[in-house]
């Protein structure tokens, strides 16, 4: 199936969603119910059961999502989100899910940076990103445990200068089969 038949039949479905007031069933507010920030990976089994597996519905929490659900630097966009959830939407704790089975567990930069270049991706793209100081391979690169990864991502967030101390910052990973959590770090007793 063709990209642009894939978008016609998103497109599709969606007039009719809207025209049938599909929608009316989801209503709710900018802030989150339970006054959280999640912040998972975006892996594809997660999509429904993550919410499903704890009792979450439209309109709860904020959920942020990227590969691995890592914090990997202080100052990009996912720790903006959390502290602007926090600042500004309500959020009063913040969730670090991550899963066994991750993409990004075991993630060597090395394939990553062969498939761009069978892709088309020059080697003098490579020599001028590295001359202008970007380190793509620890960029590309994943975790080796995904524990020790919550609980750095916790970290983080935690000791961020601009995080306020009275918010709780939990540390977990889900089974991406049955959606069972395993506590990692419990904010509520740091
Ligand atoms: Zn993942």
């Known amino acids: 199936m063709s990209n642009s038949t894939l978008l016609n039949e998103l497109l599709d479905y969606n007039k009719k969603f809207v025209e049938q007031h599909e929608y009316e069933k989801y209503e709710t507010t900018k802030f989150p119910n339970k006054r959280m920030v999640i912040l998972t990976c975006m892996d594809t089994r997660l999509l429904e059961l993550l919410p499903k597996a704890l009792n979450l519905g439209n309109g709860d929490v904020k959920l942020i999502k990227d590969a691995g659900g890592l914090v990997s630097h202080p ?13 500004q ?14 993409g990004m567990s075991g993630l060597k930069a090395e394939p990553v940076i062969e498939s761009m270049k069978e892709r088309g991706i020059s080697d003098e793209t490579f020599d001028t990103l590295t001359y202008s100081g970007i380190n793509i391979k620890q960029w590309l690169h994943g975790f080796d445990n995904v524990a020790e990864s919550v609980e750095h991502s916790v970290d983080i967030i935690k000791n961020h200068p601009l995080m306020p101390k009275d918010v709780p910052v939990h540390g977990l990973v889900i089974d991406p089969k049955t959606g069972k959590l395993d506590l990692i770090v419990d904010g509520n007793k740091n």
């Open 75 to 87: 100052f990009g966009s996912v720790m903006r989100s959390i502290l602007i959830a926090v600042y």
């Open 89 to 102: 939407l309500k959020a009063q704790e913040v969730l670090v899910i991550a899963h066994y089975d991750c």
